[in-house]
């Protein structure tokens, strides 16, 4: 009897464990969309941040800190990680658009150079609302780039056109020594040496963001909406993505903020409208631009594959935008945390009732 009520408890602990593990996922009523971040324009930024992949000069500085974790963010491919998080910074000068942030994750993974097939960080961004105000365009602008050991910044940069869906890409690193794309990119990648994650600091060009959208629009035959700078408030509609990866090119793992519970489920998370989050930038009075067309064809160091369309995918078809990101043994609408506890918790009771019966067989005979 006594080797009857241990696997009694045993079993009863195992289904715990577990419905604990399941119950972990967040339910749709305790989610919400990440909204409106806000950040201040600084005169001389240069002068307060160096873009040397350690954020302490923006906590030091007191900039504000928006934390995004599984209450606002869902996945497109694969399983969130409970206890994943991102934390980040946002300012801007008359010059550069700049963004900090420290990923909280303590499996890390390198990209290879000038890829982000490691764990890699994405962000869309739509200048002013000018893709969101227009209904031909499923897309904004996507700038991608992962974890790299030489500390470097290399962002892919999509321009994911509407009906068409043709994918206009190049690509710039904060290294990059070629004449004509100086200046568009400056920053730093560095793995956090507690192991906790890692850190990346970048500051992309108003003229770099000025001309990938406007190169957007006139793809299409759309006129560009005049902006002259020197305008008060600045307003970029921002879809934050994270890609997971154990290993480089391995099994991924994707999630990013956006306006409903189930937008990556239908594909509408990819628009514009509704990437979950908002920043607004106001003191922009100095900032200028010039209507100029960014170069569209890239260098020949520009990386060959075009893991671009993968994880920020240029379907047509709302729905299969999850299922085109994930591997086929990956492909999952819901975390895949709460299918693999529910057959534990079925193992767990059908262990009891093994036990349950091997005791019942144990006193007849006695």
Known sequence: MKKFFAML???????????LTANAAVEEADWRPFGEVTAEYKEDLASVITLDGDVSDWQNAGFQKYEIDQYNL???????????????????DSQYLYIAFKINDDVVCF?????????????????????????????AVFYSFGLQEDNTVDISVQCIYGDAQSDQSY???????????EGEVKGATKKAEDGSGWYAEFAIAWQTLYN????KLLNDELPVPEWTGGEDEVTLNMLVCYIDREETGGALNAWGTCKEYSAFDDGSAWYPENSGMTLKLSGMGSVTV??????????????????????APAE???????????PESEQTTEPAAEKSCGGVIGAGVIV????????VVAKKKD
Do not use: H
């Not at 209507?291 to 369309?309: D, G, I, L, Q």
């Open 9 to 19: 408890v045993v079993a009863a602990m195992l289904a715990s464990l577990c419905a």
């Open 74 to 92: 869902r996945p497109f491919s694969g399983e969130l990680d409970e206890n994943w998080s991102i934390d980040m910074w946002f300012s801007a």
């Open 111 to 139: 990209s290879d150079d000038g890829q982000y097939n490691g764990d890699a960080f994405q962000i869309q961004l739509d200048f002013n609302g000018w893709a969101a105000q227009t209904e031909e365009f499923e897309r």
């Open 171 to 181: 690509f710039m690193a904060s290294d990059d020594e070629e004449e004509w794309r």
């Open 212 to 215: 990938d959208i406007s190169n």
């Open 290 to 311: 010039e209507s100029t067309e960014a170069p569209t064809e890239a260098p020949t160091e520009a990386p060959a594959e075009t893991e671009a369309k993968t994880d």
């Open 316 to 326: 047509t078809e709302a729905k299969t935008d999850a299922e085109t990101n994930a």
């Open 352 to 359: 009891a009732v093994l036990a349950m019966g091997a005791c």
